[in-house]
């Protein structure tokens, strides 16, 4: 894949951002170096922000209100990067909202909401609009997990089976789940192994949840539309010092691992020759050899860098050029999102050990 810069592109999207904090300084506001960003202006309520981030990445424009921002600066889209109000509830909604009548395409950090009826009221705003949403899931554009889908995806790989994530995260106990403020952590973080799981298994049938008494740790055993059967390894009490995640992937005698996000490897069909009990090594036939990939950390490559493989900088991209084709986002989507949010009700809302349907 050859990434064309900024500067590159014959016609950029003419884009405004609203929300000048850490993560979009960070993380979203570098990415506009990689994508057909032209930044006419930028908002935050801390205008100090918004004029800091105006400096360092060349926006037109400062605003501190949003609403007057997209009066003003008609912006062909929108990148929202706000945080949580006094409830713990995400701002996209009705930020996103103001943006899709004001004539603008919203890309929203996660998470996207705090409910199905939230995201539901975008996708209505969205189809009376005839504008549309992308949303931040990020692990969905990590290139180790574009790998192992289109490993997953080869004839050769077969029916993919069963798929096992971890990710440390506790939930609160089911007393603390229907206030918003105590469920904001889990709301954050289940974002992203949720859309590892829906990225590599697609649409979620059935979960269970199993959680322990010791310190919210917990497993939750799904079902997928495909017939497929996964389990999300919530493994809180993990060590610190610990790589987060790890993701296995089962398909006919073949399996897929993506560890620490930046190892892949594919166990392909084969195995020792000889039989059982007269095998006298472990080699193979090198057609049927381990493939396993990881960067190399040495040449200053674009690949090299957290922005390509933490995902920001393709998931920015892919939603600029949506925006010039003037399609929908098919990955990262408002029908995502809202698959996202029945599963989080499904653990706010209900009973663990009970069987919740998630499919509509
Ligand atoms: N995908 C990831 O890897 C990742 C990582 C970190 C944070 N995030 C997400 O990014 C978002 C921001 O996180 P953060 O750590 O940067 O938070 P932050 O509090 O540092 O920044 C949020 C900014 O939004 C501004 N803001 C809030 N409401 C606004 C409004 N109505 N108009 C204009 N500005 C407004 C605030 O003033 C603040 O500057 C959160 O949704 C978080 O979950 C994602």
């Given amino acids: 894949m050859r990434i064309t810069y900024n500067h590159e592109y014959p016609r950029r999207v003419r884009l405004a951002a609203i929300g000048c904090g850490g993560h979009a300084l960070r993380n979203i506001f570098p990415t506009y170096q990689f994508a057909p960003v032209d930044l006419a202006a930028v908002c935050d309520l801390d205008r100090e922000r918004a004029e800091a981030c105006a400096r360092l990445f060349g926006a037109g424009a400062v605003y501190a209100d949003y609403r007057e921002m997209l009066e003003r600066e008609r912006p062909e ?21 103001d943006a899709l009548r004001a004539g603008a395409h919203a890309w929203i950090e996660k998470p996207p909401a ?22 931040g899931f990020k692990k969905m554009f990590f290139p180790a997990n574009v790998k192992a889908k289109e490993i997953i995806t080869r004839p050769e790989f077969g029916a993919v089976s069963t798929i096992t994530a971890r990710y440390p995260q506790s ?12 469920m904001c952590g889990f709301l954050d973080h289940i974002v992203h192994p949720y859309s590892v799981l829906r990225y590599l298994g697609g649409p979620i049938e059935s979960l269970q949840v199993e959680r322990s008494r010791i310190n919210g740790a917990s497993f939750t055993h799904i079902r997928f539309v495909s017939g497929a059967v996964g ?10 010092m610990s790589p987060l995640e790890r993701t296995e992937i089962i398909g006919d005698s ?15 069909r084969g195995g020792a020759e000889g039989g059982y009990g007269r095998a006298g090594t472990f080699f193979g036939s090198d057609d049927a050899a381990p493939l396993h990939w990881e960067p190399e950390f040495s040449l200053g490559q674009l690949y090299n860098k957290g922005l390509f493989l ?8 892919y939603f ?5 084709e003037n399609r929908a986002p098919e990955v990262g989507s408002l029908a995502d999102a809202r698959e996202l949010l029945r599963v989080f009700e499904a653990y706010q ?9 998630i499919a509509r």
Avoid: K, W
């Fill in 114 to 135: 705090a409910s199905v009826a939230e995201v539901e009221a975008m996708i209505a705003a969205s189809d009376e609009t005839a504008r549309f949403v992308g949303v």
């Fill in 254 to 268: 073949a399996n897929v691992v993506v560890d620490n996000n930046v190892r892949v490897t594919y166990y392909r």
């Fill in 77 to 97: 889209a929108v990148v929202i990067v706000t945080n949580y109000d006094e409830n713990g509830r995400p701002r996209y909604p009705g930020i996103a909202i």
């Fill in 349 to 357: 809302q209900r009973p663990d050990g009970e069987r919740v349907v």
């Fill in 310 to 317: 933490l995902g920001y900088a393709p998931e920015i991209r």
């Fill in 231 to 240: 389990s999300l390894h919530l493994a809180h009490g993990q060590s610190g």
């Fill in 320 to 324: 600029c050029e949506c925006v010039l």
């Fill in 171 to 182: 939930l609160p106990p089911e007393a603390d789940r229907s206030d918003s403020r105590r």
